[in-house]
């Protein structure tokens, strides 16, 4: 399986939101690839839940969060 298909996936399978064929397909590949295993370890880690600070509604740290996301992609 080619590692490109499989990091278009690792955000759904880190969800828990890709079918089970999808989640099946990154399942056996992470077993053989360790590159693949680091970049799903970096999504777990780059994903925070949002915090209210006081100054922002948690509306806007929520779109904050979208626009880091956004910008890595």
Do not use: W
Not at 32 to 52: F, H, S
């Amino acid at each position: 399986m080619n590692c490109k298909i499989i990091e278009d996936l690792l955000p759904l399978y880190h969800d828990g939101l890709a079918s089970d064929e999808s989640r099946a397909l990154v399942e056996e590949h992470l077993e053989t690839c360790e590159r693949c295993r680091l970049k799903l370890a970096e999504i777990g880690a780059d994903i925070k839940a949002p915090v209210y600070d006081g100054e922002n509604s948690f509306a806007e740290s929520l779109e904050k969060i979208g626009n880091k996301l956004f910008q890595k992609k």
